[in-house]
């Protein structure tokens, strides 16, 4: 009898990330537009609906963001297995991954250029903005009730808060395009790092079949 000889991954690297990257890039821009509205609902309106919603947005915001990684994992995993290949290694697991990363950030980007060129026109950054000032009135406050708090403590946590101030000062004050250019870098910085991570997961849980 003829030992069956095992399949071996044969895929254009590109049209399959390109595939992969779309539908995570979709997942990437859900993502960003919930978190975008849970931040700018408040400044929009001073309605109770608004208030309750942008809170509801800010629960879901952070499952959403680390869901982005089982998402891009379900997808490999799920290309592995339908693809049921014998050898699936290190190699292309991480360049699919890596391209996958690639293509849903442009796919993002654009959409987060897109926002910020024709539809915020500020409001965002305002936002972010407000919601600072807000929490840095909150600690004072706190510190002024506690009464506890050292002359050291107190101006290193003031030079802290105007650091951060500053920077999200300077951040909001970028044109729409240097925004998405810090918004793609930040992206594709935990895309290379999730992507190596992920293949390393889908090449350990591929089983080779006995023959």
């Known amino acids: ?80 297995d339908a693809n049921s290949p014998d050898i699936f290694p290190f190699a292309i697991a991480w360049m699919l991954t890596l391209f996958m990363y690639l293509f849903a950030t442009v796919l993002s980007s654009m959409a987060a250029f897109a926002y910020f060129k024709f539809i915020d026109n500020g409001i965002f950054g305002q936002s972010v903005i407000a919601r600072l000032e807000e929490a840095t009135a909150a600690i004072t406050t706190a510190q002024d009730m506690a009464g506890q708090a050292s002359d050291a403590g107190t101006q290193l946590l003031g030079t802290q808060i105007d650091t951060i101030m500053k920077t999200a000062r300077w951040t909001f004050s970028q044109s729409a395009s240097g925004l998405t250019k810090m918004i793609a870098q930040s992206a594709l910085t935990t895309g290379n790092i999730l992507s190596i991570i992920i293949a390393i997961l889908v090449t350990k849980r591929l089983k080779l079949k006995d023959l």
């Open 1 to 80: 009898m003829e030992e069956p000889q095992k399949k071996i991954v044969r895929i254009n690297v590109f049209q399959t990330s390109m595939a992969l990257g779309g539908r995570l890039g979709l997942y990437m821009i859900v993502t960003y537009a919930v978190m975008g509205l849970s931040v700018i609902l408040p400044s929009l309106s001073a309605s109770k609906f608004a208030t309750g919603a942008s809170s509801i947005l800010s629960l879901m915001s952070f499952p959403l963001l680390i869901g982005g990684i089982f998402v891009a994992y379900y997808q490999m995993k799920r290309f592995r």
